[in-house]
């Protein structure tokens, strides 16, 4: 089909996801939805292997949602429907975002004959022990031979995980884009003092806290063993883990084991993050491997100092000692002192949140983000990707 044949109608984009959890990946999802919907020229659907509040904050911004429920659904099935799915809505391009939704969404696309596949990359693999290793082995593997052989180009969100994957794929299939958010819909809804009254935390207490999955590779156990030493030091410091996850008992238990449960505030999920953020004094982010968290943005736009991990895509988003401060992962002792240092030094942590701020505004905007793609969907079919 010819250039002018193209610009005559809007591209159709398919987005496949898992949609099974309301994560990174997820938000990162809406969030780039709702800007690349208000960008003319487009035409998107969504298929969902999960329903859940994906597909809630989705089917707000009016695109046509999908849910082919993975549990009542072989694979075979699952790429049957979608099969049936993709030739309805004639897509130009399927675009997914992890290893399952990678892998039936490239092999239903083949069967059809879409054109262009993307895979966004929203981090790197995850270290899983057991059986959980042997199943995420399994599809990294037929997620490798999806990328090699049938998709077009490999969005990364971080340059860490774009040098990552020019290793794996050439640097000629890798398109780095940065993770944005919508300042606009980054709102508190409740008082500070409000809030931190509801979670029994007066206003001499030093609060420091977290949002995200409860796992491993989230590093919440450093955090605990960081905030003890806090406390064998005297100071008043509670600390606010919100989220749920596999870990919560564990962390529970630790709690217990350090001596420092009544200083611990375990949440479980909660909706409203932003009024969880904004009452902490430090916003802290211990992770043991990321990309471009969108948490990370999300405690910088509401001017939050933020101590978070040297590790993957985060050194990209904090300029060390100007937007933020860079711990090593897994360093329980530095991280309790860079917090200590904050709690001494008021003025440095207004001036890191501060900045934090317009470090967001600057470079991780949504706007920008769905430019990018946006321009990436019309090089494919355009030029067929050939630059």
Known sequence: MSHGQFLSRAIKVCHIAHGDLWAGAEVQLVTLLSSLVRIPGFEFSVVLLNEGRLAKELRRLEINVTVIPERSSSSGRIVSKLVGHLRKNRADI?????????????????????????????????PFHGTEYVKMAFYERLDGIMNRCMVKKLVAVSLNIKAVLDKKYGSD??????????????????????????????????????????TPVKGHEIFLEAASLLLKEGRNVKCLLVG??????????????????????LTGHQDDVYDFINVMDVFVLPSLHEGIPMVLLEALALERPVVASRIGGIPEVIEHGRSGLLVTPGAIKELAQTLISLLGDKHLAESLGKAGRKRVEGYFDAGLMAQSVAQVYRTLVFEGGSR
């Open 173 to 214: 299939k890798i398109v780095h884009i940065h993770n944005g958010i919508d300042l606009e819909k980054v709102v508190v809804k409740k008082d500070k003092w409000e809030k931190r009254r509801e979670l029994h935390v007066d206003q001499n207490c030093y609060l420091i806290g977290t949002v995200g999955r409860l």
């Open 244 to 265: 749920d996850g596999p870990l919560k008992e564990r962390l529970k238990e630790l709690a217990i084991q350090l001596g420092i449960e009544k200083n611990v505030i």
């Open 94 to 126: 399927i675009h997914t975002h992890k290893y399952k939704d990678n892998i039936l969404g490239a092999i239903a696309g083949k069967l059809v004959g879409v054109p262009y596949i993307i895979r966004m990359v929203h981090g790197l693999s995850e």
